[in-house]
């Protein structure tokens, strides 16, 4: 099983729409929880951390939910612009490495 | 603030060559990273050092591969000799690594081509 993993999507959205996917982690000794959005040929750049009580950011909301480990964000009135692919990452404690989901692709169209 | 650089964007090499991808991490940083992205397995982590020194490298996929920190301010990642199987997308990514951020910065990336 794969320490952190994504379902690759593509989720096809209506522009105005709202989209969610998960993340699922199997280390639950996990302390820090981030999303990255990758751009075609793009490097990855952080999106949100997620907290444990939930953030929002705009039209972008991300939950964890440790007991049974994953996290989510959710995409509110979907933009053409938010199409993208959307990676997930967890972490140890600070001065531990970060592992990356495979990404969830989202597409949104007019 | 310049961010992470990465250098060569591109590299195009026959298989057995040597290659050699630099970095330079936000001044400041004392983390560095070392990823490779493919289409089949994702974002892997191949290595990564605290204050320069090489933490986990559990990654690195055999021992044509090697990683160095000489300093904080400059690391390579080397592949000797090179094979197809090696072609990938090779991010470099750095952080400040306290009490409390986790927080990456990656760079724009190394495409590297095997023939």
């Known amino acids: 099983r794969k320490e952190v993993e994504q379902d690759p999507g593509p989720f096809n959205v209506p522009e105005g729409a709202t989209v969610a996917f998960n993340c699922t982690y199997s280390n639950s000794a996990s302390q820090s929880f981030f999303w990255y959005r990758q751009d075609c040929r793009k490097e990855p750049k952080l999106l949100m951390s997620?907290?444990?009580s939930g953030n929002e950011d705009g039209r972008f909301t991300a939950q964890l939910n440790r007991a049974s480990q994953y996290i989510s964000l959710l995409i509110r009135d979907s933009k053409l612009s938010d199409s993208a692919t959307y990676l997930c990452?967890?972490?140890?404690?600070?001065?531990?490495?970060?592992?990356f989901g495979g990404g969830t692709r989202v597409l949104v169209k007019p | 603030d310049a961010g992470v650089i990465q250098s060569p964007r591109h590299e195009v090499t026959e298989m057995g060559q040597e290659v050699t991808l630099r970095c330079k991490p936000i001044s400041g940083h004392n983390s560095l990273f070392w990823y490779r992205q493919t289409m089949m397995r994702g974002l892997e982590l191949l290595i990564y050092f605290n204050n320069n020194v090489p933490i986990d490298d559990s990654g690195m996929p055999e021992d044509r591969f090697s990683a160095k920190m000489p300093n904080a301010s400059f690391s390579t990642l080397k592949i000797q000799p090179s094979e197809p199987r090696d072609s990938a997308v090779y991010f470099c990514?750095?952080?400040?690594?306290?009490?409390?951020?986790?927080?990456?910065?990656f760079g724009a990336g190394s495409r590297l081509t095997v023939l």
């Open positions: 997620v907290y444990s």
């Open positions: 990514a750095s952080r400040l690594t306290d009490s409390g951020a986790n927080v990456l910065t």
């Open positions: 990452a967890v972490g140890g404690a600070a001065g531990n490495k970060l592992t």
